[in-house]
């Protein structure tokens, strides 16, 4: 299915989404693959829709398009520069978007209600592999010494609303600027590009928009990188 107009009405109620363009190194198309299989095993709302650039649509297999309910070309970017368009692409009123190198292992549908009374709300309290809420800052120092929002894109919900619009318009604007953002915003910036939490984190502390829960426990997942893991 192709792309979905934002002037017409959305295609879905409910969905996932993630970005897989592949890279000369890692396959995110297979990622995201075994990731959609999870969804569809555990979940029950589990439409699933990919956004990949022209190069990962010619790999995509004919089992794989059994599994992708929706297939969307962006165009062709820097790393992570293109997940500013996520409200424009997503097929959905309501979205989960994911980082491809994830799997789901259990029905988490319960989670869409909480959420409902956020325009956003990203994961803020991330795990190590043995379930326990992550206290290291190793990959966090740009954000102590700004004082940024502690959040993670790797799992995250947005809802159609005009907050999500002014969201990623504001993440937008950090990935096309950020030279701006860098020389004369932050303190001790580590980055000569943004990553996307970065660039979430600002746009979340730009807005002054409640971006995650301090109730909840979710959304949240286990992060595998070593320094948390210690």
């Known amino acids: 299915m192709s792309v979905p107009n934002r002037t017409t009405d959305?295609?879905?109620?409910?969905?996932?989404?993630?970005?897989?363009?592949?890279s000369d190194t890692?396959?995110?198309?297979?990622q995201a693959y075994l990731l959609a299989l999870s969804v569809k095993t555990n979940c029950t709302?589990?439409?699933f829709a990919i956004a990949v650039d022209k190069?990962?649509?010619?790999?995509?297999?004919?089992?794989?398009?059994?599994?992708?309910?929706?297939?969307?070309?962006?165009p062709d970017s820097k790393p992570m520069h293109n997940e500013w368009r996520s409200w424009n692409i997503t097929p959905f009123k309501e979205t989960f978007k994911v980082e491809s190198d994830m799997i789901i292992?259990?029905?988490?549908?319960?989670?869409?209600?909480?959420?409902?009374?956020?325009?956003i709300c990203?994961?803020?309290?991330?795990?190590?592999?043995?379930?326990?809420?992550?206290?290291?800052?190793?990959y966090r120092r740009l954000f102590v010494d700004n004082?940024?929002?502690?959040?993670?894109?790797?799992?995250?919900?947005?809802r159609h609303s005009q907050g999500a619009v002014e969201f990623f318009n504001v993440v937008k604007d950090?990935?096309?600027?950020?030279?701006?953002?860098?020389?004369?915003?932050?303190?001790?910036?580590?980055?000569?590009?943004?990553?996307?939490?970065?660039?979430?984190?600002?746009?979340?502390?730009?807005?002054?928009?409640?971006?995650?829960?301090?109730?909840?426990?979710y959304p949240t997942f286990t992060h595998m990188k070593s320094g948390i893991n210690n």
């Open 174 to 217: 950090v990935f096309d600027n950020f030279s701006l953002y860098r020389d004369t915003l932050l303190d001790n910036c580590r980055y000569e590009e943004p990553d996307t939490d970065v660039a979430m984190a600002i746009a979340a502390h730009t807005l002054e928009d409640k971006c995650y829960s301090n109730t909840l426990s």
């Open 45 to 47: 709302i589990n439409k």
């Open 10 to 22: 959305f295609s879905e109620q409910q969905g996932w989404l993630t970005y897989a363009t592949n």
């Open 147 to 158: 004082h940024l929002p502690d959040v993670y894109n790797g799992f995250m919900y947005f």
């Open 122 to 138: 990203m994961s803020s309290n991330v795990r190590n592999y043995k379930g326990e809420i992550s206290q290291d800052k190793t």
């Open 105 to 119: 292992t259990t029905n988490i549908d319960h989670w869409w209600t909480a959420m409902q009374k956020y325009n």
């Open 55 to 74: 190069n990962t649509m010619e790999c995509i297999t004919p089992k794989q398009r059994l599994v992708f309910d929706y297939i969307i070309v962006i």
């Open 26 to 30: 890692v396959d995110y198309l297979a």
